[in-house]
Protein backbone atom coordinates (compact mmCIF):
# COMPACT_ATOMS: atom_id res chain seq x y z
CA UNK A 1 0.00 0.00 0.00
CA UNK A 2 1.09 3.19 -0.80
CA UNK A 3 1.61 5.38 2.19
CA UNK A 4 1.97 9.26 3.08
CA UNK A 5 3.33 10.25 6.26
CA UNK A 6 3.05 13.65 8.11
CA UNK A 7 5.46 14.46 10.77
CA UNK A 8 2.85 15.61 13.43
CA UNK A 9 -1.21 15.04 13.51
CA UNK A 10 -1.89 18.37 15.70
CA UNK A 11 0.24 21.55 16.20
CA UNK A 12 0.14 24.54 17.96
CA UNK A 13 1.96 27.59 17.34
CA UNK A 14 2.62 31.20 18.61
CA UNK A 15 2.26 34.10 16.20
CA UNK A 16 5.48 34.81 14.49
CA UNK A 17 7.15 31.52 14.69
CA UNK A 18 8.54 29.76 11.73
CA UNK A 19 6.64 26.31 11.18
CA UNK A 20 8.28 23.34 9.51
CA UNK A 21 5.30 20.25 8.36
CA UNK A 22 7.10 17.12 7.09
CA UNK A 23 5.49 14.89 4.22
CA UNK A 24 7.46 11.34 3.20
CA UNK A 25 5.74 8.61 0.64
CA UNK A 26 7.37 5.39 0.34
CA UNK A 27 6.33 4.78 -3.56
CA UNK A 28 8.87 6.75 -5.79
CA UNK A 29 5.96 9.22 -6.90
CA UNK A 30 7.44 12.32 -8.49
CA UNK A 31 4.22 14.69 -7.99
CA UNK A 32 3.86 16.04 -4.32
CA UNK A 33 1.21 18.29 -3.14
CA UNK A 34 -0.02 20.27 -0.04
CA UNK A 35 -3.06 21.56 0.13
CA UNK A 36 -4.91 23.15 3.09
CA UNK A 37 -8.54 22.11 4.21
CA UNK A 38 -10.85 24.94 5.49
CA UNK A 39 -14.81 24.15 6.34
CA UNK A 40 -16.52 24.93 3.38
CA UNK A 41 -13.53 26.11 0.91
CA UNK A 42 -13.07 22.35 0.68
CA UNK A 43 -9.39 21.66 -0.21
CA UNK A 44 -6.78 24.70 -1.67
CA UNK A 45 -3.43 23.89 -3.31
CA UNK A 46 -1.27 25.45 -1.49
CA UNK A 47 2.15 24.17 -3.70
CA UNK A 48 3.18 21.11 -5.48
CA UNK A 49 6.01 19.43 -7.26
CA UNK A 50 6.73 17.46 -10.13
CA UNK A 51 10.29 16.57 -9.45
CA UNK A 52 13.54 16.86 -7.18
CA UNK A 53 13.92 20.83 -6.35
CA UNK A 54 11.02 21.72 -8.81
CA UNK A 55 7.87 23.71 -7.35
CA UNK A 56 5.04 25.25 -8.11
CA UNK A 57 2.75 27.56 -6.28
CA UNK A 58 -0.68 26.43 -6.21
CA UNK A 59 -3.81 28.50 -5.80
CA UNK A 60 -2.73 30.47 -2.46
CA UNK A 61 0.64 30.09 -2.26
CA UNK A 62 1.37 33.78 -0.21
CA UNK A 63 2.75 33.20 3.15
CA UNK A 64 4.20 29.66 2.58
CA UNK A 65 7.03 28.46 1.05
CA UNK A 66 8.34 24.50 0.34
CA UNK A 67 11.42 22.06 -0.16
CA UNK A 68 11.93 18.89 -2.05
CA UNK A 69 15.00 18.04 -1.85
CA UNK A 70 14.73 14.38 -1.50
CA UNK A 71 12.15 12.44 -3.91
CA UNK A 72 10.44 11.01 -1.10
CA UNK A 73 10.32 14.16 0.85
CA UNK A 74 8.59 17.62 0.63
CA UNK A 75 8.20 20.16 3.14
CA UNK A 76 5.52 22.84 3.54
CA UNK A 77 6.98 25.75 5.47
CA UNK A 78 5.27 28.46 7.22
CA UNK A 79 7.82 31.73 7.06
CA UNK A 80 6.01 33.61 10.06
CA UNK A 81 2.68 31.57 11.44
CA UNK A 82 -0.35 33.89 11.77
CA UNK A 83 -3.76 32.83 13.24
CA UNK A 84 -5.56 33.01 9.51
CA UNK A 85 -3.12 29.91 8.48
CA UNK A 86 -4.71 28.02 11.59
CA UNK A 87 -5.68 25.00 9.45
CA UNK A 88 -5.94 21.41 8.25
CA UNK A 89 -2.76 20.68 6.31
CA UNK A 90 -2.84 17.83 3.73
CA UNK A 91 -0.02 16.33 1.50
CA UNK A 92 -0.43 13.80 -1.14
CA UNK A 93 2.04 12.20 -3.52
CA UNK A 94 0.99 10.99 -7.15
CA UNK A 95 2.67 9.23 -9.74
CA UNK A 96 3.89 10.84 -13.22
CA UNK A 97 1.15 8.67 -15.55
CA UNK A 98 2.89 6.77 -18.12
CA UNK A 99 -0.29 5.92 -20.34
CA UNK A 100 -1.83 8.22 -22.84
CA UNK A 101 -4.09 10.27 -20.92
CA UNK A 102 -1.60 12.53 -18.44
CA UNK A 103 -4.60 13.31 -16.28
CA UNK A 104 -5.52 10.13 -14.69
CA UNK A 105 -3.40 9.37 -12.11
CA UNK A 106 -5.28 9.88 -8.20
CA UNK A 107 -3.94 10.90 -5.50
CA UNK A 108 -3.11 9.57 -2.42
CA UNK A 109 -3.28 11.55 0.85
CA UNK A 110 -1.94 11.80 4.25
CA UNK A 111 -3.50 11.62 7.38
CA UNK A 112 -3.41 15.59 7.75
CA UNK A 113 -1.62 17.92 10.34
CA UNK A 114 -4.17 19.85 12.38
CA UNK A 115 -2.74 23.47 12.95
CA UNK A 116 -3.41 25.85 15.52
CA UNK A 117 -1.77 29.28 15.57
CA UNK A 118 -2.52 31.03 18.94
CA UNK B 1 -9.81 27.43 -14.94
CA UNK B 2 -10.84 24.48 -14.09
CA UNK B 3 -13.76 24.31 -11.23
CA UNK B 4 -15.55 21.92 -9.19
CA UNK B 5 -19.19 22.74 -7.97
CA UNK B 6 -20.59 20.13 -5.43
CA UNK B 7 -23.81 20.08 -3.35
CA UNK B 8 -23.36 21.52 0.02
CA UNK B 9 -24.35 19.72 2.45
CA UNK B 10 -24.90 18.70 5.18
CA UNK B 11 -26.96 15.76 3.85
CA UNK B 12 -28.41 13.72 6.37
CA UNK B 13 -30.58 10.04 5.59
CA UNK B 14 -31.91 7.13 7.18
CA UNK B 15 -30.21 3.85 6.32
CA UNK B 16 -31.00 1.97 3.49
CA UNK B 17 -32.02 5.35 1.68
CA UNK B 18 -31.09 6.28 -1.46
CA UNK B 19 -27.90 8.58 -2.20
CA UNK B 20 -27.83 10.99 -5.05
CA UNK B 21 -24.78 13.80 -4.46
CA UNK B 22 -24.77 16.31 -7.25
CA UNK B 23 -21.17 17.53 -9.24
CA UNK B 24 -20.60 19.78 -12.07
CA UNK B 25 -17.35 20.55 -13.36
CA UNK B 26 -15.87 23.17 -15.56
CA UNK B 27 -12.75 22.39 -17.76
CA UNK B 28 -10.78 22.57 -20.49
CA UNK B 29 -9.24 19.41 -22.43
CA UNK B 30 -10.30 16.27 -21.09
CA UNK B 31 -9.85 15.76 -17.34
CA UNK B 32 -10.45 12.83 -15.03
CA UNK B 33 -12.99 12.91 -12.57
CA UNK B 34 -12.72 11.29 -9.13
CA UNK B 35 -14.42 11.06 -5.48
CA UNK B 36 -13.00 11.10 -2.82
CA UNK B 37 -14.09 10.62 0.16
CA UNK B 38 -12.68 11.45 4.12
CA UNK B 39 -13.84 9.32 7.10
CA UNK B 40 -13.75 10.90 10.69
CA UNK B 41 -9.92 11.74 11.70
CA UNK B 42 -8.67 10.53 8.48
CA UNK B 43 -6.97 11.69 5.27
CA UNK B 44 -8.85 11.75 1.93
CA UNK B 45 -8.95 8.21 0.05
CA UNK B 46 -10.12 7.74 -3.31
CA UNK B 47 -13.40 6.05 -3.69
CA UNK B 48 -14.00 5.75 -7.88
CA UNK B 49 -12.89 7.73 -10.96
CA UNK B 50 -13.45 7.71 -14.41
CA UNK B 51 -11.21 8.83 -17.08
CA UNK B 52 -13.05 9.45 -20.26
CA UNK B 53 -16.49 10.47 -21.10
CA UNK B 54 -19.69 7.61 -20.24
CA UNK B 55 -16.75 5.70 -18.27
CA UNK B 56 -18.64 4.50 -14.68
CA UNK B 57 -16.52 4.62 -11.67
CA UNK B 58 -18.12 2.02 -9.23
CA UNK B 59 -17.04 0.91 -5.57
CA UNK B 60 -18.01 -0.33 -2.67
CA UNK B 61 -22.08 0.31 -3.88
CA UNK B 62 -21.42 3.86 -5.04
CA UNK B 63 -21.50 4.51 -8.27
CA UNK B 64 -20.62 7.48 -10.92
CA UNK B 65 -20.95 8.31 -14.72
CA UNK B 66 -18.91 10.63 -16.12
CA UNK B 67 -21.02 12.77 -18.45
CA UNK B 68 -19.41 15.59 -20.84
CA UNK B 69 -22.68 16.58 -22.25
CA UNK B 70 -23.96 18.01 -19.14
CA UNK B 71 -20.01 18.47 -17.53
CA UNK B 72 -21.28 16.24 -14.47
CA UNK B 73 -20.36 13.94 -12.42
CA UNK B 74 -22.95 12.67 -9.27
CA UNK B 75 -21.90 10.43 -6.99
CA UNK B 76 -25.01 7.61 -6.60
CA UNK B 77 -25.47 4.70 -3.97
CA UNK B 78 -28.51 2.52 -4.08
CA UNK B 79 -28.56 1.79 -0.25
CA UNK B 80 -26.54 3.52 2.37
CA UNK B 81 -25.30 2.60 5.75
CA UNK B 82 -24.29 4.05 8.79
CA UNK B 83 -20.64 3.60 7.79
CA UNK B 84 -20.98 5.71 4.93
CA UNK B 85 -20.95 8.84 6.85
CA UNK B 86 -18.49 10.81 5.77
CA UNK B 87 -17.34 13.80 4.13
CA UNK B 88 -17.30 13.45 -0.10
CA UNK B 89 -15.54 15.38 -2.35
CA UNK B 90 -15.37 15.70 -6.36
CA UNK B 91 -12.31 16.24 -7.53
CA UNK B 92 -11.09 16.59 -11.14
CA UNK B 93 -7.57 16.61 -12.57
CA UNK B 94 -6.17 18.80 -14.90
CA UNK B 95 -2.51 19.67 -16.85
CA UNK B 96 -0.65 22.20 -14.90
CA UNK B 97 3.02 22.89 -15.81
CA UNK B 98 4.58 19.21 -15.76
CA UNK B 99 1.91 17.38 -13.32
CA UNK B 100 -1.76 16.82 -13.19
CA UNK B 101 -2.89 18.90 -10.55
CA UNK B 102 -6.70 17.70 -8.49
CA UNK B 103 -8.95 20.44 -7.95
CA UNK B 104 -11.27 19.84 -4.98
CA UNK B 105 -14.72 20.53 -5.07
CA UNK B 106 -16.19 22.08 -1.18
CA UNK B 107 -17.11 18.71 0.27
CA UNK B 108 -20.65 17.56 1.34
CA UNK B 109 -20.72 15.73 4.86
CA UNK B 110 -22.94 12.73 4.58
CA UNK B 111 -24.92 11.75 7.92
CA UNK B 112 -26.69 8.68 8.07
CA UNK B 113 -28.90 7.73 10.88
CA UNK B 114 -29.52 4.57 12.16
Known amino acids: DVKVTQSSRYLVKRTGEKVFLECVQD?????MFWYRQDPGLGLRLIYFSYDVKMKEKGDIPEGYSVSREKKERFSLILESASTNQTSMYLC?????????????????FGQGTRLTVV | GNSVTQMEGPVTLSEEAFLTINCTYTATGYPSLFWYVQYPGEGLQLLLK?????DKGSNKGFEATYRKETTSFHLEKGSVQVSDSAVYFCALSGRYSSASKIIFGSGTRLSIRP
Open chain 1, 92 to 108: ASSPRSTGPNPMNTEAF
Open chain 1, 27 to 31: MDHEN
Open chain 2, 50 to 54: ATKAD
